[in-house]
């Protein structure tokens, strides 16, 4: 498929985007002493950002690529749930939130001095929702399901995706022909039984089989290969870093090395490559073509400064200059 005619298509895509949803929080200002009362460093405020992040960084780069995700996760009954709603209108977003009034929203800040980060502080409940909140979301997705062209689970192990809700949807999706993506976190790994695509980074992998040593492009083939099989998925997609992307599916195997970069910040880049990804596979284009444009993707998001969505106009310059359709 060309270029020009995959990015129109991403314009007809629906995208359900189910995962852990939160609020990313930026507090930055100025050092210029340390604090009398410990030996830490004194910030002088200058201003605050608040960010929608997890999950809803995904439909935000589903958005900016053109297709129409919706959103579906879950959030406390409080300010901060309340400001996840107000940001995804706010971004445009459409949004299935279904409100857990037995946990707090998962707000992760982020204290930014001279330009550096300074600390971290997370707010979140990470215990599994109950069954009453889990049949919500169900539902949800149900009602939804007949809309869409391709489901999403991002998991952060935040407590959304259960062993049995991931169970329950991913059956729901088999039977209504619709391909699954997953972006994996270590506690449902091996969860995602008979998915489309599968998509952990190189350590999530290593971790995911207990593998401590370093593995080359090589070894991350065959671990790969064992977990494909383990997982009975259609296709298995690494991301590699400096070593570019592969993926292992029923055509073979295709590894794409990464492209020279600048590096500035890795923040936000799996988010880019899953979107794209995901959209591929809702297109129906072929291995290569996926893995190089979502090698891409992760490539002009490390560019630049703080987690940022995919710009549609720039990934389609660079395929557009390298002659991605043609060559893959």
């Known amino acids: 498929m060309k270029i020009d005619q995959l990015f129109k298509e991403f314009e007809n895509i629906k995208v359900l985007v189910l995962g852990d949803v939160m609020i990313d929080a930026y507090f930055y200002g100025s050092v210029t002493r340390i604090s009398p009362e410990a030996p830490v460093p004194i910030v002088n405020l200058k201003h605050k950002e608040q960010r929608l992040g997890g999950a809803a960084n995904v439909a935000l780069n589903l958005k900016s690529l053109g297709a129409e995700p919706i959103l579906c996760s879950i959030k406390g009954n409080d300010a901060d749930g309340d400001l996840i709603k107000t940001l995804c209108r706010k971004n445009g977003l459409v949004d299935a939130l279904i409100n857990d009034y037995s946990r707090k929203t998962t707000v992760k800040t982020r204290v930014i001095g001279n330009s550096h980060q300074l600390i971290r502080i997370d707010e979140e409940d990470t215990k599994d929702i109950d069954e009453s909140v889990e049949d919500l979301v169900y539902e949800a997705i149900n009602s939804l399901i007949s809309e869409i062209n391709v489901l999403i ?91 570019g992307v592969l993926i292992i599916g029923e055509n073979g195997t295709v590894h794409l090395p990464a492209h020279a970069r600048k590096i500035v910040d890795v923040s936000g880049a799996g988010d880019s490559v899953l979107s794209v990804a995901a959209l591929c596979v809702a297109c129906g284009v072929s291995d290569e073509l996926t893995a190089a444009l979502s090698n891409l993707a992760g490539g002009i998001v490390c560019e630049q400064v703080g987690v940022v969505p995919i710009d549609k106009d720039l990934l389609y310059a660079e395929a557009m200059e390298l002659e991605v359709s043609e060559r893959y």
């Open 153 to 243: 689970f991002q998991d952060y192990n935040k407590g959304l995706l259960t062993p049995t809700l991931i169970a329950r949807v991913i059956e729901l999706c088999i039977a209504k022909k619709v391909p699954i993506v997953v972006d994996p976190k270590f506690n449902n790994f091996f969860e995602y039984q008979g998915v489309t695509l599968f998509k952990p980074n190189k350590k999530e992998l290593q971790q995911a089989e207990n593998i401590g040593e370093h593995l080359n492009v090589q070894g991350v083939k065959s671990v790969a290969g064992l977990v494909r099989k383990k997982l009975n998925a259609s296709k298995i997609m690494t991301t590699l870093s400096e070593d």
